[in-house]
């Protein structure tokens, strides 16, 4: 068994490909309309499906805008550099919500960065060989 995608429910389908894909430098995997069911999905990730987990990027026509829920946490990203990816993500008009540093009660070197509809998205970097 293994991961195969996490769904969000988005406002604004354009709007959420746009930062998933220019901010966070992901890729369109798929997408399919559904017109009897008034939606479209659109799987966007790093790697092929086959390959690796993805983002169901859920867009009902009829709604513009969801509570986020008090049950959801984050999605998590590796990255090389955190400090780095802060800047990259400000640069392409991203929004970071808490700044690249140790994580409280550890040394993991983390970050936050918030998507257009309010998901949190936890940057991690890479541990160092020791």
Known sequence: MRILHTML???????SIEFYTKVLGMRVLRSTEYPSGRFTNTFVGY???SEGPALELTYNWDTSSYD????????ALSVDNAYEACDQVRARG?????????MKHGTTVIAFVED???????LIQKKTAA
């Open 68 to 75: 986020l829920g008090t049950g959801y946490g984050h999605i």
């Open 47 to 49: 790697q092929d499906e």
């Open 94 to 102: 991203g929004k970071v919500t808490r700044e690249a540093g140790p």
């Open 9 to 15: 429910r988005v406002g604004n389908l354009e709007r």
């Open 116 to 122: 257009p509809d309010g998901y949190k998205i936890e």
